[in-house]
Antibody
């Protein structure tokens, strides 16, 4: 069974940093691009970032570019989202999602259950 | 950046009804469209990709159509468990983007 498990969420002060992790199992992790998608309370889905299967390529939404960094360790079947200079508007449930492609997206087929990030003083 | 306009934002229907949700892209995305279902308190679940291909295990009551800029998701024979918010998503170009969602109440 294909599974994704996120962790690392929590309460953090504005301006601080947090690192999210997502461990994948049941599929060829290095062959799958991965994305992070977030959902603010009561709002819709917002794509945040993506990384290719090899880790050589990445993409970011304008709202997080320059503050967030996506990376992966294929030896640990894990993708990370390093979130720096956090703002109140980054408060959301963060989902990791598996792509059908190893490179440019062919759609997100499996999602984790999400981890909650709250940015507040 | 490709904008997706999803309509309606909400709808109410009865058991056994058929409903259609529309998603319009701000530029041509060919067939690079997916649809997701999100029940309250749950993660999104992929229903359809490549505009019309059903995910394994998804019942055939869900169907997708379209190409270019205009797409639809149709749900037939509505049941209470279909109560959810449905999102379209384009993956033609980064940044990936989602429609605003359609809340379906049965």
């Amino acid at each position: 069974e294909v599974q994704l498990l996120e962790s690392g969420g929590g309460l953090v002060q504005p301006g601080k940093s947090l690192r999210l992790s997502c461990v994948g199992s049941g599929f060829s992790f290095h062959s799958s691009a991965m994305s992070w998608v977030r959902q603010a309370p009561g709002k819709g889905l917002e794509w945040v970032s993506a990384i290719t299967g090899s880790g050589a390529g990445n993409q970011y939404a304008d709202s997080v570019k320059g503050r967030f960094i996506i990376s992966r360790d294929n030896s640990k079947n894990t993708v990370y989202l390093q979130m720096n200079r956090l703002r109140a508007e980054d408060t959301a449930v963060y989902y990791c999602a598996k792509d059908r492609s190893s490179g440019s997206s062919l759609g997100l087929d499996v999602w984790g259950q999400g981890t909650t990030v709250t940015v507040s003083s | 950046e490709i904008q997706l306009t999803q309509t309606p934002s909400s709808l109410s229907a009865s058991v056994g009804d058929t409903v259609t949700i529309t998603c319009r892209a701000s530029q041509v995305i060919h067939h690079y469209m997916g649809w997701f279902q999100q029940r309250p308190g749950e993660a999104p679940k992929s229903l359809i990709y490549s505009a019309s291909t059903l995910e394994n295990g998804v019942p055939s009551k869900f169907s997708g159509r379209g190409s270019g800029t205009d797409f639809t998701l149709t749900i037939s024979s509505l049941q209470p468990e279909d109560s959810a918010t449905y999102y379209c998503q384009q993956y033609s170009t980064y940044p990936l983007s989602f429609g605003g969602g359609t809340k379906v109440q049965i």
